[in-house]
């Protein structure tokens, strides 16, 4: 149980190009999504929350406009990176809780490997 | 700010053998911690917790411990195995704004056959 489904797993787009992002929970419902990017040999770092039927939450520091977020229902998040550039290559993962609250683990896809030329 | 810190980048360890992997954290109010353990291109797989009411947490091959009065927890691995090579990350997170949970760096173990 407890699967966390993410596409595609490698895009290579041009600069100034956009880029979306799929993240379905599969086998459970999740009203919070969470988008993380990782840079090599680096933690993972929160971006942005994804709630279902509202706005997304953002870490400080990252651009809303730019990574654009939608969770239009309970299985499915989505993660739009706006007019690319080099810079935004990187590897995003996303993830969810199958159990709320604070003392259950969070479920990751398998990422997305962003590189833009 | 890094609240939560895995000061080795890398470890190697002999099949069979135990591996120790450390984890220090900052944030007196994290209170859950976590690790997961992750392949190159792949997404981090969850592999065992532990709340801060416990001191340890056994599943199977891999033994968590925690040490609150030092910040200090590590993951114990009991017989290692060459498919435990992987990066492994701590990770933690407050009950008072469980959502966000926050890793550290990553340690990548090496099981040598």
């Known amino acids: 149980g407890a699967v966390v489904s993410q596409h595609p797993s490698r895009v290579i787009c041009k600069s100034g190009t956009s880029v979306k992002i799929e993240c379905r929970s599969l086998?459970?419902?999740?009203?919070?999504m969470f988008w993380y990017r990782q840079f090599p040999k680096q933690s993972l770092m929160l971006m942005a929350t994804?709630?279902?039927?509202?706005?997304?939450?953002?870490e400080q520091g990252v651009e809303k406009d730019k990574f654009l977020i939608n969770h239009a229902s309970l299985t499915l998040s989505t993660l739009t990176v706006t007019s690319a550039h080099p810079e935004d290559s990187s590897f995003y993962i996303c993830?969810?809780?199958?159990?709320?609250?604070?003392?259950?683990?969070?479920?990751f896809g398998n990422g997305t490997r962003l590189t833009v030329t | 700010d890094q609240q939560v810190k895995q000061n080795s980048p890398s470890l190697s360890v002999q099949e069979g053998r135990i591996s120790i992997l450390n984890c220090d954290y900052t944030?007196?109010?994290?209170?859950?911690f976590l690790w997961y353990k992750k392949y190159p291109a792949e997404g981090p797989t969850f592999l065992i917790s532990?709340?801060?009411?416990?001191d340890k947490n056994e599943d199977g091959r891999f033994t968590v411990f925690l040490n609150k009065s030092a910040k200090h927890l590590s993951l114990h691995i009991v017989p290692s195995q060459p498919g435990d090579s992987a990066v492994y990350f701590c990770?933690?997170?407050?009950?008072?704004?469980?959502?966000?949970?926050?890793f550290g760096t990553g340690t990548k173990l090496q099981v040598i056959p």
């Open positions: 532990i709340s801060s009411i416990k």
């Open positions: 990770a933690a997170t407050a009950k008072e704004g469980y959502q966000k949970v926050t």
């Open positions: 994804s709630n279902e039927g509202s706005k997304a939450t953002y």
């Open positions: 993830s969810a809780r199958d159990q709320e609250g604070a003392y259950s683990p969070l479920h």
């Open positions: 944030n007196s109010m994290f209170d859950y």
């Open positions: 086998d459970f419902q999740a009203t919070t």
